[in-house]
């Protein structure tokens, strides 16, 4: 080749000056990664000589900067002008013979043998995918381009984008002089997945940083739909242990909607065109099991040969079922910014929302409505407007600072909504569907990202709280601070917070409200009669044949992305614990459930695990811990049994568990009992031989110790757990189980509502309390609290 042009298989990493971030990175991956099995499609750089030599011929430098010169920096009110003039020198000069004739014998070689080959043509900028800013979007690129001067053609197009408005503006924003940036434009082999599938990895999780998850999105067609945020994509969770070890890595999955997919056009009247998904389409993954494994693992092996989190661009050949990687980049917002504030944000009302998508940011905000359907409505957005579109493109980004929040009908994580939201540090709310038909102009809303994953929009001005504790001087405490958890998908938020594990997850939440079949139901799938009941649950399990694992498979996922979460923090997984009627309500439920007059005190917890009319359905629960522990390698998994009275009891469930290859001890299995009936402290030292650790279940340790119902509002002014009965049972479980060294933890409300109940559990020693999320700063103090003035009381003694 000549100084135009480079393969990228004679690219490397100094190269970047020459080539650009994103063109320097291909040739990177192709020539140090493909030993690991990354496929990266073939092409070849146009450097940035030939930028140069292009505008040196065509005195372009100096006529550029003139034009620039009169740009009005502070208002940008001339900006479009100043932009086209720029585009309209560049797109009307000549391309010098040599590069052209460059281009054209590299691309000939790139192509031939055989038919004519279509090839992407991307921009590639020398200040491009650096580690704080990745100029992405900013610059064009083309698509499904064939033949040679249709290629040169593109390449100038390239060149002009250089001077998008958007270009100029992100310049300005970050620090670089417009004729600093030069630009290399990369000519690759295009990979045909308009047939297929493609997407965007990120081998970070996007929204809060954690890095024990990489994280994949996809749609079918070509990646450009899932760029722009253009449709609902699946996603997917992979936990990195599990890729290393070859296990299975996919810890959630969510099935998007995927309601269209970008296409090539033919006969070639435009490069592309959208056309609606079918049915089939919309119902199924866009990658199998192993597709979504492979790709997880050449991404780790992209992190690890840069050694900072990525950005990647990945795209299934359609006509070979090959995968490929078309683009890396370097992660530019969390990988930058650490959090060093935890800011609460809860609202004071329980409205219903108008709209609900997924959540960006953890925000709760309140504006009026802007609907955007082009920049031409760009000057009806005044600063702290919340802004509404279908989607949004990189061409909006100086009007989307105006904003407060971001909503749109289409996109997700990866989308350029939420991408710029980051960025820009305002939440968004994305994927709603039908946003702009819902909210009208000027509405005035209030836009909540407050929860984890559900972002909602409100009619109105709503009031709520804002409490925001400096995570550098948070109070660090010897007793345990853990989490109360039931939703799987809040996870990963609030795994950001200052936790010591989950001491609590509840099964039977994950059960109601992502399952919603009674399991039982499933393991008699063929025996149901067939009625309303039947069909709701074919089709939640349509994807199913064996209708029982599609409970185990459901179940595994959702405490498996809670383990991902908080790996390598414990997390105690509670099995199920609904009473009779909770079961009834589930689908099929009445068939398998009794009537009883008090299902508080009935067939609940342990005693159902071995009781032929549930056992069955336990052995599904034990199959998904088991998938989770030893498939997914989420080792940090315990196991709880709650509700179980007796100690032949106790055995009968350690038996039937064993039985379902859950044993305790192996591959490391801890097993909890909770303590919450009188008996279990009563016969704590026998207890204390069976199982690993004990949690206090305070509600129903002091509902049975003062026998009274808590649910009953006649004597509901009589349950206290600062009883003195409770306190003595508590205390007595905290002493012997410490004689036997077996841990000791509290799941419940007092210790936060009551520093006084704080102070009593730290002095009577026990290992750990946990809390809601919305109280574990106030437990966290109360704890602190109460060690503080234990450890006074000594030293003055």
Same mark, same amino acid.
């Given at each position: 080749?000549?100084?135009?042009?480079?393969?990228?298989?004679?690219i490397?990493?100094?190269?970047?000056?020459?080539?650009?971030?994103?063109?320097?990175?291909?040739? /990177?991956?192709?020539?140090n990664?493909?030993s690991?099995?990354?496929?990266v499609p073939?092409?070849?750089?146009?450097?940035t000589?030939?930028?140069?030599?292009?505008?040196?011929?065509?005195?372009?430098?100096?006529?550029?900067?003139?034009e620039?010169?009169k740009?009005?920096?502070?208002?940008?009110?001339?900006?479009?002008?100043?932009?086209?003039?720029?585009?309209?020198?560049?797109?009307?000069?000549?391309?010098?013979?040599?590069? @052209?004739?460059?281009?054209?014998?590299?691309?000939?070689?790139?192509?031939?043998?055989?038919?004519?080959?279509?090839?992407?043509?991307?921009?590639s900028a020398?200040?491009?995918?650096?580690?704080?800013?990745?100029?992405a979007?900013?610059? &064009?690129?083309?698509?499904?381009?064939s033949?040679a001067?249709?290629?040169?053609?593109?390449?100038?197009?390239?060149?002009?984008?250089?001077?998008?408005?958007r270009?100029?503006?992100?310049?300005?924003?970050?620090?670089?002089?417009?004729?600093?940036?030069?630009?290399?434009?990369?000519?690759?082999?295009?990979?045909r997945?308009?047939?297929?599938?493609?997407?965007?990895?990120? #081998?970070?999780?996007?929204?809060?940083?954690? &890095?024990n998850l990489?994280?994949? $999105?996809?749609?079918?067609?070509l990646?450009?739909?899932?760029?722009?945020?253009?449709?609902?994509?699946?996603?997917?969770?992979?936990?990195?242990?599990?890729?290393e070890?070859?296990?299975?890595?996919? /810890?959630?999955?969510?099935?998007?909607?995927?309601?269209?997919?970008?296409?090539y056009?033919?006969?070639?009247?435009?490069?592309?065109?959208?056309?609606?998904? #079918?049915?089939?389409?919309?119902?199924?993954?866009?990658?199998t099991?192993?597709?979504?494994?492979?790709?997880?693992?050449?991404?780790?092996?992209?992190?690890?040969?840069?050694?900072m989190?990525m950005?990647?661009?990945?795209?299934?050949?359609?006509?070979?079922?090959?995968?490929?990687?078309?683009?890396?980049?370097p992660?530019t917002?969390?990988?930058?910014?650490k959090?060093?504030?935890?800011?609460?944000?809860s609202?004071?009302?329980?409205?219903?929302?108008?709209?609900?998508?997924?959540?960006?940011?953890?925000?709760? /905000?309140?504006?009026?409505?802007?609907?955007?359907?082009?920049?031409?409505?760009?000057?009806?957005?005044?600063?702290?407007d919340?802004?509404?579109?279908?989607?949004?493109? %990189?061409?909006?980004?100086?009007?989307?600072?105006?904003?407060?929040?971001i909503? #749109?009908?289409?996109?997700?994580? $990866?989308s350029?909504?939420s991408?710029?939201a980051?960025?820009?540090?305002?939440p968004?709310?994305?994927?709603t569907?039908s946003?702009?038909?819902?909210?009208?102009?000027?509405?005035? /809303?209030?836009?909540?990202?407050? #929860?984890?994953?559900?972002g909602a929009?409100y009619?109105?001005?709503?009031q709520?709280?804002?409490k925001?504790?400096?995570?550098?001087?948070?109070?660090?405490t010897?007793t345990?601070?853990?989490?109360?958890?039931?939703d799987?998908?809040?996870?990963?938020?609030?795994?950001?917070?200052?936790n010591?594990?989950?001491?609590?997850?509840?099964?039977e939440?994950?059960?109601?409200?992502?399952?919603?079949?009674?399991?039982?139901?499933?393991?008699?799938?063929?025996?149901?009669?067939?009625?309303? &009941?039947?069909?709701?649950?074919?089709?939640?399990?349509?994807?199913?044949?064996?209708?029982?694992?599609?409970f185990?498979?459901?179940?595994?996922?959702?405490?498996?992305?809670v383990?991902?979460?908080?790996?390598?923090?414990?997390?105690?997984?509670?099995?199920?614990?609904?009473?009779?009627?909770e079961?009834?309500?589930l689908l099929g439920?009445?068939?398998?459930e009794?009537?009883?007059?008090?299902?508080?005190?009935?067939?609940?917890?342990?005693?159902?695990y071995?009781?032929?009319?549930?056992?069955?359905?336990f052995?599904?629960?034990?199959?998904?811990i088991?998938?989770?522990?030893?498939?997914?390698?989420?080792?940090?998994?315990?196991?709880?049994?709650?509700?179980?009275?007796?100690? &032949?009891?106790?055995?009968?469930?350690?038996?039937v568990?064993?039985?379902?290859?859950?044993? @305790?001890?192996?591959?490391?299995?801890?097993i909890?009992?909770?303590?919450?009936? %009188?008996?279990?402290?009563?016969?704590a030292?026998?207890?204390?031989?069976?199982?690993?650790?004990?949690?206090?279940?305070?509600?129903?340790?002091t509902?049975?110790?003062?026998?009274l =119902?808590? =649910?009953?509002?006649?004597?509901?002014?009589?349950?206290?757990?600062? =009883?003195?009965?409770?306190?003595?049972l508590?205390?007595t479980l905290?002493?012997v189980?410490?004689?036997?060294?077996?841990?000791?933890?509290?799941?419940?409300?007092a210790?936060?509502?009551y520093?006084?109940?704080?102070?009593?559990?730290?002095s009577?020693?026990?290992?750990?309390?946990?809390?809601?999320?919305?109280?574990?700063?106030?437990?966290?103090?109360?704890?602190?609290?109460?060690?503080h003035?234990?450890?006074?009381?000594?030293?003055?003694?």
């Amino acid at each position: 080749m000549n100084q135009y042009i480079k393969n990228f298989k004679s690219i490397s990493a100094d190269d970047v000056s020459k080539v650009g971030g994103k063109n320097a990175s291909l040739g /990177v991956m192709i020539n140090n990664l493909s030993s690991f099995g990354v496929h990266v499609p073939n092409g070849f750089a146009i450097t940035t000589d030939a930028y140069k030599k292009f505008l040196e011929e065509n005195l372009l430098t100096n006529l550029l900067q003139n034009e620039l010169d009169k740009l009005e920096r502070e208002s940008l009110k001339n900006l479009a002008l100043i932009g086209e003039r720029c585009r309209s020198l560049v797109l009307n000069a000549k391309f010098p013979e040599d590069i @052209r004739e460059a281009i054209i014998k590299a691309y000939e070689s790139l192509t031939l043998p055989g038919p004519i080959h279509a090839v992407a043509v991307r921009s590639s900028a020398t200040a491009e995918d650096s580690p704080t800013a990745s100029f992405a979007g900013q610059h &064009e690129s083309y698509l499904n381009v064939s033949g040679a001067e249709k290629v040169i053609e593109a390449v100038q197009k390239c060149y002009a984008s250089l001077f998008n408005d958007r270009a100029i503006k992100y310049r300005q924003d970050n620090g670089f002089k417009d004729m600093q940036v030069a630009l290399s434009v990369g000519v690759q082999l295009m990979v045909r997945s308009d047939k297929a599938s493609a997407g965007v990895i990120f #081998t970070i999780e996007p929204e809060n940083g954690n &890095e024990n998850l990489i994280y994949l $999105t996809g749609a079918w067609g070509l990646g450009e739909s899932v760029v722009q945020g253009a449709v609902n994509t699946d996603e997917f969770y992979l936990f990195k242990p599990a890729l290393e070890n070859n296990k299975q890595a996919i /810890v959630y999955r969510k099935l998007g909607s995927k309601e269209q997919k970008l296409i090539y056009a033919e006969p070639a009247t435009k490069n592309t065109k959208w056309v609606q998904t #079918t049915p089939l389409e919309r119902d199924q993954f866009i990658l199998t099991d192993d597709e979504v494994q492979k790709l997880g693992k050449w991404c780790l092996a992209i992190e690890r040969h840069y050694k900072m989190p990525m950005d990647i661009e990945w795209a299934k050949d359609g006509a070979s079922d090959k995968l490929f990687i078309v683009q890396a980049r370097p992660e530019t917002v969390h990988s930058q910014h650490k959090a060093i504030t935890l800011k609460e944000f809860s609202l004071m009302s329980k409205e219903q929302p108008l709209l609900t998508g997924k959540a960006v940011g953890r925000a709760i /905000v309140s504006g009026k409505v802007r609907i955007i359907k082009s920049l031409a409505d760009g000057g009806k957005v005044n600063h702290g407007d919340i802004i509404v579109a279908d989607i949004t493109n %990189p061409d909006w980004n100086a009007l989307l600072k105006k904003a407060v929040c971001i909503v #749109t009908n289409k996109g997700g994580r $990866t989308s350029h909504a939420s991408i710029i939201a980051r960025e820009l540090g305002i939440p968004a709310v994305v994927g709603t569907m039908s946003a702009t038909e819902i909210l009208t102009d000027g509405q005035e /809303v209030t836009v909540s990202c407050a #929860t984890g994953d559900v972002g909602a929009v409100y009619n109105g001005k709503l009031q709520w709280q804002e409490k925001e504790t400096p995570l550098d001087k948070l109070l660090v405490t010897k007793t345990k601070a853990m989490l109360i958890l039931a939703d799987p998908e809040k996870a990963l938020l609030y795994a950001t917070y200052p936790n010591q594990g989950v001491g609590l997850l509840r099964m039977e939440f994950i059960i109601s409200n992502t399952l919603q079949i009674h399991p039982m139901a499933l393991v008699k799938y063929n025996t149901l009669p067939d009625n309303v &009941e039947k069909k709701q649950i074919e089709a939640l399990t349509r994807h199913y044949i064996d209708k029982q694992q599609f409970f185990i498979d459901k179940l595994a996922e959702s405490i498996g992305l809670v383990a991902a979460a908080f790996y390598p923090r414990e997390v105690i997984v509670r099995m199920s614990d609904f009473k009779t009627n909770e079961y009834a309500k589930l689908l099929g439920g009445k068939l398998f459930e009794p009537e009883e007059e008090n299902p508080m005190l009935g067939f609940r917890g342990a005693s159902r695990y071995y009781h032929e009319n549930y056992a069955a359905g336990f052995g599904l629960e034990c199959a998904a811990i088991k998938k989770v522990r030893d498939d997914m390698l989420l080792t940090n998994v315990k196991i709880m049994i709650p509700f179980c009275r007796t100690i &032949e009891e106790a055995n009968k469930v350690l038996a039937v568990m064993a039985a379902n290859q859950l044993k @305790r001890k192996e591959n490391g299995l801890q097993i909890y009992v909770m303590a919450e009936i %009188p008996s279990n402290v009563l016969l704590a030292n026998k207890f204390a031989q069976l199982f690993d650790g004990f949690s206090i279940g305070s509600n129903d340790l002091t509902q049975l110790t003062l026998g009274l =119902d808590r =649910d009953s509002a006649i004597v509901s002014h009589l349950f206290n757990e600062n =009883d003195e009965s409770v306190k003595m049972l508590i205390r007595t479980l905290i002493e012997v189980a410490h004689q036997h060294g077996t841990s000791v933890g509290l799941c419940g409300q007092a210790p936060s509502d009551y520093p006084e109940f704080a102070s009593f559990l730290v002095s009577c020693g026990i290992d750990s309390i946990s809390f809601n999320p919305d109280a574990l700063i106030t437990g966290i103090q109360n704890i602190y609290t109460a060690e503080h003035s234990a450890k006074e009381k000594l030293e003055t003694v």
